[in-house]
Every structure is written in C-alpha cells, then in structure tokens.
C-alpha cells in the first residue's frame, strides 16, 4: 500500500469513527448525582424533523418527586431555558402518575426512576442549538429537599444526527403520556357534583374498556389538591368512581380528568353539572354493586378459608344440637349477628383509617405481629377447651349478665368466623372491596353492608325458614366425639397462625404466645377438675406438634426460601425486563394469606406452570406482603386492587400486564403468560 492510500484509508477511518461518534456526543448528559437523586439529559430525533429532550431522573429507595398537579405536599418540576441558543419554546409533559402518601396526605408523583419528556422548538429549524436546561424537582422521603440540575446540550441542524426516540427512555415516558380519551373510544357521560365530592362516569365503546377497572381517577382542580379516586364497572360499558372533597367544586367550571390502567392513560375534560337524585347513582348500578358484593360474601362460606374456621362452625351445630327448635333458630340468628357486627367494625375501622390519608386493604390486619399473636393465643385457648383440658368460665355475676344479652357464645363464634376468614379472597369480592374502598362513605358501607350479608346468608337462611331446622343433626353421644375430632383441624389453624408469627417475628414471639397460653390455661383450669397425666401428654404433645410445625413452615421474611425460578420483585425491572422482550410474573402474596396457599397448589406450583416460568425468556418476581411494605402496597393499588392475591404477567404484548383472577387454574396462569408474550392462547395439556 503506497503511503498515498494509507493516508485516505486512515483519514476516512478517522471520519467514519467521528461521525458515528456525533450521536453520542449530542445525545446524553453525563448523571448529576444528588443526595437524594439524580439526573441526566437525552436529546433525540422524532423522526419527523422535530427534537425531544428527555429529564431522566433515578430517585433513591423511599423517596418521590411530583407530578404536575402535586397539592399541598409538593411542588411540581419547573425547568428554565435562560441562556439556550436557537430555542424558541419547550414543553414538558407529563407521564402517567402513581399514587402514594406523603406525610398523610395522598399526592401523585413518581418513585425509583422517571423520564419527563420535553419538547424542543427552535427559532430557526434550519440551524442548530444550544439547551441550556435548569431543573428543579422537589425530592420528599421523611423530609422534603429540593435539587436543581443544570444541563447543556447541543443540538445539530440535521435532527439526523441524533439517536433515534425509540433508543432513550423518553420513548417509553412518551407511551405513558395520558392521550384524549376519545382516541381510545372512551367517553366521559356524566361529572356531576355529589354531596361528598364528584361523581365521574366513562362510557367505553370499544376494547379499552377492560383496563378501566380499578383504574386510578384524578381531577385537578386550580389551586387545590386534586382528587383522587378509582375506577370500578357498574355494567354496559360503564365505570364510575366517587371522588372525595369537603366541597364539591362550582358548576359549570371545566375540570381536566386523568385515569391510569394497567396499559391505559387516558386525558379528557368536563363541566360539573348539578347532581340530580337517582342520576348519579342509577338503581341499576346500586344493586349490581350490592348483589357482587353478597355474592362475594356468599363465596367466603365455600373459599380454602373455610377450613380454619370449620371447627368453629361444627362446633357451634353440635352445641345447638341438643336445643329446642325455637333456640337453634336463635342461636343461628345470633352467629349471624356476629358476623354482621364484625364486617361493620372493620368497614368503620377502614373507613376512619382512609379519612385519617392512611392506605386500607383487606385483611391488612394480619400484617401485624402483635394481632397474629392474640389471635393464636385465642385459637389455641379454643383448642384446649375442645380436647377438654379445660372449661373457659367467665365469673359468675359476668355470666348472668351476659346471659340476659342473650346468646352470647354463639354471637362470639360469628365475630371469629367472621375475622378468621378476612386473609381470604373470592370472586366477585374484589370487586364490591374496590367500590367500598375506592369511593365515598355511603359506598364503604353500601358495599361491606351487602357482603357481610351474603357471609351471613348461611345462618339467616336457617334461622328464618322454620324447616330448615328440621335438617339440623339430633343430640345424642356423637357429639362428644365430634368435638374432640375437631382439635386436628384446629391445630392446623394453630400452625399456620405459629407460622406466620414465626416469620414476622421470629420464634421467641412463638415462645411468648404458647407462654401466654399455658398462662391462661393454668389460670381458667377449675380446681375441682384435676389434671390427669394423658391430659398433660395430650397437651404436651399439641405444643410440641404447633411449635416444631410452626418453625418449620415459617420463617425469615426477608430471606424467603423459594425455588430457583422465583427472585424478588423489583418493580423497576420489570419495564427493563419487557422492553428487552421477555415476560414477567408477579406474584403478591403473604404468608397469611389462605387464597394465596391454595394458588400456588393448584397452580403455580404445578409443572405446566414451573416449566413456564424457567424459561430463559420468563421471569417470576414474588412480592411477599407478610409485613407491611409500601413498594408493594403502591402496586398492588396501581392494579386497582384493595387485597391479595394479586397476579400479573407482563410482555412485549401487553406491556401493561395481564391481571389474572383472585383463584387460578393452571390454563388461567398459561393463557395469561401467552397474552403477556403475544401470541395465540394456549391451555396445559395436563388435566388440572
């Protein structure tokens, strides 16, 4: 090669490497690391001649920056332009928001990581520019810090010159960007205003329809903090949600409305209009909610959550066996009642805790150590009481005056029934909790109203049909043997509380309830009932089985043992994971939750299913909500749930996710996956 042409070859290598290398330089700002957070500039080409700069900004483990309509907790990203050459006007938009709770008050923003894009207009199109972008963002975690960062970028002539939108995250902030409504053939039918706040109601023409259950709703109102509410079908293409506020807002003033799915956001505005009675709340809509809500209630009675609570109704047949017919009635009323009561406790405890800002879900009350603790030791005072080691008896004068109440001991069974059963799910429950839950203090209490009387159907139906006491079993010497036949399902019940103790907080927790219990124990034996050394084996021998069983089926919560397919959920990973083609399978699940127990039998555990999620191309995240954690919490309201099990599988076919059903099949999960991946369902060949 003479030195001619070696001199052209380097020289064209030399251009070829700087021109591939120009892309780059205008493309992306180095990070500007913060405390809290930080930050860093991407610059790309729309493709149609315009520029799209993107904020990318990562935000520490708890801590969150605001969306455009931030409220009284924060404030929204400002950004200036002062210094920039050739730039005319930018715009920042906003992706889809989440919704979490800053210092008791719900706000909308955005955790871990988040890309604002903004638009870029030059003066002159045919020249290039300098961005020089100054960034504000309020930064809150246990305090609020706000941080600026200044970026300056080049951008060319020829917009060629950049990277590609589709190669930076700003492509996929962009697909978050809510568009008009009626692009996705949704309609909003009626805003009106209500006694307690806004009544909203969408009307869904098209496919969309399916991701508006549980959406999150928010209408932003100037100078105050937005609503916030959810979504939830009332029939015929139809979602409502009831936003909440002290006053309604003026009629006639235009609100902009925003509602985010699963893989939907959406923009649209209204007008109020005046609330007209039986409008707003159609009496078709009320009792469809009221008849989901007594089949879900219904469903309790038959769900996996029927076996801890199994003894106690077999025990309470076997005590009224003996009755007259007249007082098995009662006693059913008075279980029956029970129940009722409970279910309105819990709907005012929630309730008050959603006024009070605080996040509510069903069966939250088994995310508490000390309440699974009372909860043993009160099951296992049952449990010794029916082996007969010994007789709980309240004081005599306590006994009398309970006794005019009425049928106190049957009331007390419906109160246990009624809260041992609230780790469980069925169909149909989610939805009536959501509406509850979701809306104003009328739907709280229309929604739990209907459930606890479709829970309490089973009794009212025998203590109000005259006959159907006729069905009930005779008294006789088969009762005795019944009941202790019932201690082996309750120390079942006694292994799963000591599990879920164990895993909470460990086994000195175990150890002090079981003392409490001997404690208890000793203290309401009666005297003139001696122990006797079969007694003290039996009883031995259920501390032993309870507390070698609990050991062995809790443990750490925060080092889980599962199968190697499973790894920790990492809400951030999962868009990483779907954008590099794969699909993910998030489970939600707890150790206290039955339903969740009878999901992973029938289904996830099973080989049609384990051999899915092994693939190279599939990952399985498990979210274990044993404890409270609010990354969990926030996700599992984003899926416009309000309890667990909470399954969903995301892909490149639905990037959104794919929310299953609160009971699976091992079809129901593949068929999921395949949607998620986007490909033609198919169903396992194996019989379920």
């Known amino acids: 090669m003479t030195r001619w042409s070696f001199r052209t070859a380097a020289a064209t290598l030399v251009a070829a490497l700087a021109i591939a290398a120009v892309p780059q330089a205008f493309a992306t700002t180095p990070w500007q690391e913060k405390a809290n957070s930080a930050a860093r500039l991407h610059v790309a080409s729309a493709g149609d001649g315009s520029v799209v700069a993107g904020l990318e900004v990562r935000l520490a483990d708890g801590w969150k920056t605001y969306w455009r309509s931030a409220g009284s907790t924060g404030l929204p990203p400002a950004l200036s332009t002062d210094g920039s050459q050739n730039v005319e006007a930018i715009e920042l938009v906003f992706p889809a928001p989440e919704r979490f709770v800053a210092f008791g008050i719900e706000a909308l923003g955005y955790s871990e990581r988040v890309t604002f894009p903004i638009r870029v207009e030059r003066e002159d199109p045919r020249r290039g520019a300098t961005l020089s972008l100054v960034a504000d963002l309020l930064v809150c975690g246990t305090v609020c810090v706000p941080e600026r960062f200044a970026f300056e970028a080049l951008i060319p002539a020829d917009p060629a010159f950049l990277p590609a939108l589709g190669e930076t995250p700003t492509d996929k902030a962009m697909a978050r960007v809510p568009v008009p409504a009626l692009d996705r053939d949704v309609a909003l039918s009626q805003l009106t205003a209500v006694e307690n706040g806004l009544s909203v109601e969408l009307k869904a023409f098209g496919e969309t329809g399916g991701a508006l259950s549980g959406a999150l709703l928010v209408a932003e109102i100037p100078d105050e903090d937005p609503l916030i509410g959810a979504l939830v079908p009332v029939g015929d293409g139809l979602y409502r949600g009831t936003l909440e506020a002290a006053e309604p807002p003026p009629l006639g003033s235009r609100l902009r409305l925003t509602v985010v799915g699963a893989d939907v956001a959406l923009d ?116 010794l009481n029916l082996a007969g080691l010994f007789e709980l008896r309240l004081p005599a004068g306590l006994q009398n005056r309970l006794g005019r109440l009425g049928r106190t001991g049957d009331f007390a069974d419906g109160f246990v029934i009624a809260l041992i059963a609230t780790p469980c799910s069925a169909p149909f429950l989610g939805t009536a909790i959501s509406f509850g839950l979701a809306g104003g203090p009328g739907d709280l209490a229309l929604s739990f109203a209907a459930l606890g009387m479709g829970f309490a159907f089973p009794y009212l139906a025998v203590a109000i049909a005259p006959r159907a006491a006729f069905f009930l079993p005779r008294p006789g010497a088969w009762m005795r043997w019944v009941q202790r036949g019932l201690v082996l399902p309750m120390l079942a019940v006694l292994v799963w509380l000591g599990s879920i103790l164990v895993a909470q907080a460990g086994l000195a927790a175990l150890a002090a309830a079981v003392a409490a219990v001997l404690l208890a124990g000793a203290a309401a034996r009666r005297p003139s009932r001696p122990l006797t050394a079969a007694s003290v084996a039996v009883g031995l021998a259920a501390i032993v089985f309870v507390g070698f069983g609990s050991a062995m089926t809790g443990g750490a919560t925060d080092e889980p043992v599962e199968a190697a397919h499973w790894q920790a959920f990492d809400r951030m990973a999962i868009d990483e994971h779907v954008a590099d083609g794969h699909v993910v399978f998030v489970d939600v699940t707890a150790d206290w939750c039955i339903t969740c127990l009878y999901n992973k039998a029938a289904a996830m555990d099973r080989d049609p299913v384990v051999a899915v999620l092994e693939r190279d191309d599939t990952f399985a995240m498990r979210a274990d909500w044993t404890l409270p954690d609010e990354a969990i919490a926030a996700f599992v309201k984003a899926q416009g749930r309000y309890g667990i099990p909470l399954n969903v599988a995301y892909g490149p076919g639905r990037p959104g996710g794919v929310l299953l059903p609160e009971i699976l099949t091992v079809n129901s999960v593949l068929a999921a996956i395949d949607e998620a991946r986007g490909r033609p369902q198919t169903v396992a060949s194996t019989k379920e």
């Not at 809500?293 to 106690?312: D, E, H, K, R, T």
């Not at 009642?337 to 509510?360: E, W, Y």
């Open 268 to 383: 649209l505005t209204g007008a109020v209009t005046a609330f007209v009675e039986g409008e707003a709340r159609g009496g078709s809509a009320v009792w469809a909610i009221v008849l989901i809500a007594f089949l879900g209630g219904l469903l309790l009675n038959v769900m996996p959550c029927v076996l801890p609570v199994l003894s106690i109704k077999l025990a309470a047949l076997g005590r009224t066996a003996h009755l007259e017919r007249r007082h098995q009635r009662l006693a059913f009323l008075a279980t029956a009642a029970g129940i009722l009561v409970f279910v309105g406790l819990l709907a005012a405890v929630l309730g008050a805790l959603k006024a009070l800002g605080q996040d509510v879900f069903w069966g939250m009350q088994f995310q508490s150590p000390t309440f699974v603790a009372l909860i043993f030791v009160l099951f296992a005072l049952m449990t």
